[in-house]
């Protein structure tokens, strides 16, 4: 049996902040397969331990990239899917290990609670979306400022329910990306895939 990745007292301390945030189930839709198994391996296991914790967080594992996986365009393994069974969007691609692991938690708190966290004018603009938007945001688990960015991403995301898909990207899980999309420094954003709208740092 695999050693626990969280330790006694990091388990008390996330019962008490879910007892305290959460509010409503919250699906975790995760990809596991061959490639990078060791996290996958991880991954499952943050998962089933957080639902230990508290049983509103719901994980479901699929083997293999299946024609599931294919209809919600996942390729890449691990992939997290979170909310996505309560109309969020929500991803995880990689691992979210190191740094991203407090975000992580984060992220499921908000969609529990069905409240992005943002301010009332930002509330108002994300009202105005005409289109879907995608951001990515690439990090790597050491970054101190990247768990913010996808943090931020995922409030949009909350906010522009349905409308607005956040993805954390593991850069160092998911070479090919990251050099498709030039990232040297992280956090970095790209927005609908588009070289254009790369930005780099918290925003």
Known sequence: MAEPLLDERSQQALKEKFQRDLLNDVSLSIFVGDDNREYCDFTVQLCEE?????????????????????????TRTPTVLVGWDEGYRLKYTGAPAGQEAGGFVEAISLVSRQDSGLQEDSKAKLQNLDRDVSIQVYVTPTCPYCPRA??????????????????CVEASQNMQLARQFNVSSVPQQVLNADMSSVSVGVQ
């Open 150 to 167: 996808v943090l931020l991403a995922h409030q949009i995301a909350i906010q522009a329910k349905g409308r607005v898909e956040s993805e």
């Open 50 to 74: 957080l639902n230990a914790l508290d049983d509103r967080i719901k994980p479901v594992v699929y083997q293999q990239i299946n024609e599931k996986a294919a209809e919600l365009g996942i």
